[in-house]
């Protein structure tokens, strides 16, 4: 992936071809970003970069969404309130697509597709200029 889809605070994971001494191989792990530098990402809490090239988005689907503090009842489309602009974010799930639609009392938007969770992070972040919290023990 290229730098400019990432922010610091983003979380990503690596191809399983990198390797490093500090232990930046697990594929599983999920890490978050620290630093943008012009050829390699930091990971906090670790002191070798990593190549854009070897870096992959975690995809988003209904576990990840959870985490990331959307909620669901079972009966409506998963959704994430947005109280700063007395809006509200709707997800469908469609395969290996999450398509937003950004609902408020005056019209919807839909969105384009989101496939991982640091384009919801970075959509969040857009809209409300705050991080959205990643709530799990990875």
Sequence with gaps: MEAKYFRIGNLVT?????????????KNKVFEISELKTDVVQFKGFHAGEYYKDIKGVYLNASELKNLGVRHNGLTPY?????????????????????????????????????????LQ?????LMNEELEYKTDR
């Design 79 to 119: 959704w994430l309130p947005l109280p700063k602009m007395k809006a509200e974010l709707h997800f469908e799930i469609y395969g290996s697509e999450i398509v937003a639609t950004l609902k408020s009392q005056f019209s919807d938007l839909i969105l384009e597709p989101l496939r991982y969770v640091h384009d």
């Design 14 to 26: 690596i191809e399983t071809t990198a390797l490093h001494s500090d232990g930046l191989s697990d």
């Design 122 to 126: 970075n959509l969040f972040f857009a």
